[in-house]
């Protein structure tokens, strides 16, 4: 479990970093309302060992609420799928959503679209159950960067056929080249 520092709100763990997740919909009528993901907010102060739903703004245009108790991990065999993420044109978070006739909850935040698309399989998702992807803050772009720098591998890419000296080519089809005279 990741610490906070005296008096600050750093944390020590460097590959987890806790998020708020920012849901709302667009007006009143319930047989209208389309919820969604807007959203992601940094810092310790969203840290919690549950998920909980606080009332952000509620208005005749819609409602907005922050669910706290998320945390973006990350893990060395993902770096590839991060640093996929970062060279996209727009780096996302994304957020595994179930919703339901009365709730719209926020199950999990992962940074890679793997993860996010395996979560599929590996917990036999319900259908109700989408990925939603948000904008990834400037804070968050910066801290995976910094863990891909760290934990990065590239992978060897193996060669594509025999590999020849320019020698042996020479010999077998000839050097073409003219010579000096």
């Known amino acids: ?3 906070l520092t005296p008096h600050t709100t750093e944390l020590t763990d460097r590959t987890r970093l806790p998020v708020g997740v920012v849901v709302g919909h667009l007006g009143t009528d319930p047989a209208n309302r389309r919820w969604k993901a807007l959203g992601v907010v940094v810092g310790a102060q969203f840290a919690s060992s549950t998920p909980e739903r606080r009332p952000m703004r509620s208005g005749s ?3 907005l609420f922050l669910w706290t108790g998320f945390d973006c991990r990350l893990h060395p065999a993902h770096t590839d799928d991060y640093a996929y993420n970062l060279q996209g044109e727009q780096p996302g978070v994304y957020v ?6 009365q709730v719209f909850q926020p ?3 992962t940074l890679s679209l793997d993860e996010a698309q395996n979560t ?3 917990d036999l998702r319900s259908p109700d159950d989408t990925v939603h992807t948000v904008p990834m803050p400037p804070e968050v772009y910066r801290w995976v960067e910094g863990f891909i720098l760290d934990h990065h591998v590239p992978k060897r890419r193996k060669p594509r056929g025999k590999k020849r000296s320019k020698a042996l080519f020479d010999a077998e089809v ?3 080249a003219e010579d000096p005279k």
């Open 174 to 176: 000839g050097d073409f």
């Open 107 to 109: 199950r999990s935040v």
């Open 1 to 3: 479990m990741a610490e």
């Open 96 to 101: 595994i959503v179930r919703s339901s006739d």
């Open 61 to 63: 245009d819609g409602d």
């Open 120 to 122: 599929d399989a590996t």
